[in-house]
Nanobody
Framework: QVQLVESGGGLVQAGGSLRLSCAAS????????MGWFRQAPGKEREFVVA????????LYADSVKGRFTISRDNAKNTVYLQMNSLKPEDTAVYYC??????????????????WGQGTQVTVSS
């Protein structure tokens, strides 16, 4: 059984930083693309960033480029999202996702097979 457990969310002032973690069990994440998505109140879930299974290439949404950084520690089977220079519009529930077997690194939710339960990030102005 695959489980993804996010942690690290919380309340932070604008301009501050948070580091989210996604601990995986049931799969070795080094074999999969991993992604982070977010859903703000009243909005659809949207792509934030992805990291590839092999060569650690990354893909960022324009809204977070230069502020957020995704990384992975395969020894810990964990993916991280470092979020700097946070803005109120970054307020959302953040979800970690594990990509489909042999699927491409992608922005589309359909290319991810397993999802975490989410962690709330609130940025105050």
């Amino acid at each position: 059984q695959v489980q993804l457990v996010e942690s690290g969310g919380g309340l932070v002032q604008a301009g501050g930083s948070l580091r989210l973690s996604c601990a995986a069990s049931g799969r070795t994440i080094s074999a999969y693309n991993m992604g982070w998505f977010r859903q703000a109140p009243g909005k659809e879930r949207e792509f934030v960033v992805a990291i590839s299974r092999n060569v650690d290439s990354t893909l960022y949404a324009d809204s977070v480029k230069g502020r957020f950084t995704i990384s992975r520690d395969n020894a810990k089977n964990t993916v991280y999202l470092q979020m700097n220079s946070l803005k109120p519009e970054d307020t959302a529930v953040y979800y970690c996702a594990l990509g489909r077997t042999f699927g491409p690194m992608a922005r589309t939710q359909g290319m991810y097979e397993y999802w975490g339960q989410g962690t709330q990030v609130t940025v105050s102005s």
